[in-house]
Structure formats: structure tokens, C-alpha cells
């Protein structure tokens, strides 16, 4: 299993921008479908946002309502997330793992990596 590494968290005001990123070995994200997941205090880890192998096809939970941006660039070996208009309840640890399936919201693989904080103030 390849080890996939999240960083670009931090402390945030609300109303902030952050810009996460996802990096793996060459050629993982070339090969699959990849989203961004988030666990927040409280609560079961939750989808965010997903993007095809390919980069040409995006999908978003229904709570980023605009605010969030996936992209990927395969010859980087990289997902990125860019978050803006950041709200305190995206509070969370985002974490990147491969899509169990294009046009769902379930992660490959059960190991999940260490994640990147994010935290938003009011």
C-alpha cells in the first residue's frame, strides 16, 4: 500500500483560505480516483470532495457549498484542496485516500494516514 502524506493545515480566522495538499509515490495519481475526507471532534469521518483519475470529472459533499476546490496534478504526484471562506465547523483533520468507487463517498483503504489539521476560529 502506498503511504500518502497530507499537509498545508493550520490556524485560520473564519473566512480564511487554506490550501491543502496529498502527495504520493509517482504515477499513484495517475492511476486513481481520489478524494479528501475530514473527521471533525465529535463526529464520524465524513467525505469532502472527489476527483477523477484523470482530473476531468469533480465531485463535492453538499456542505462545501462552493467554498472548496479539489484539483490534482499527476505529474506533482499530487491532490490539493483549497479551501476558502473557511467556517469553524470545517474544523477537522482532512485526510486523502483513493475512492472506493467514482460517484460515491467511501475511501479505498483502511489505513488511514496521520492527516493535516485544520482549525478555523471565529
Known amino acids: 500500500q502506498v503511504q500518502l502524506v497530507e499537509s498545508g493545515g493550520g490556524l485560520v480566522q473564519a473566512g480564511g483560505s487554506l490550501r491543502l495538499s496529498c502527495a504520493a509515490s509517482e504515477g499513484f495519481f495517475t492511476n486513481y480516483d481520489m478524494g479528501w475526507f475530514r473527521r471533525a471532534p465529535g463526529k464520524e469521518r465524513e467525505f469532502v470532495a472527489a476527483?477523477?483519475?484523470?482530473?476531468?470529472?469533480?465531485y463535492y459533499a453538499d456542505f462545501v457549498k462552493g467554498r472548496f476546490t479539489i484539483s490534482r496534478d499527476n505529474a506533482k504526484n499530487t491532490v490539493y484542496l483549497q479551501m476558502n471562506s473557511l467556517k469553524p465547523e470545517d474544523t477537522a483533520v482532512y485526510y486523502c485516500?483513493?475512492?472506493?468507487?467514482?460517484?460515491?463517498?467511501?475511501?479505498?483503504?483502511?489505513?488511514w494516514g496521520q492527516g493535516t489539521q485544520v482549525t478555523v476560529s471565529s
Open positions: 485516500n483513493k475512492m472506493a468507487g467514482w460517484g460515491g463517498t467511501r475511501a479505498q483503504y483502511n489505513n
Open positions: 476527483i477523477r483519475w484523470n482530473g476531468d470529472s469533480i
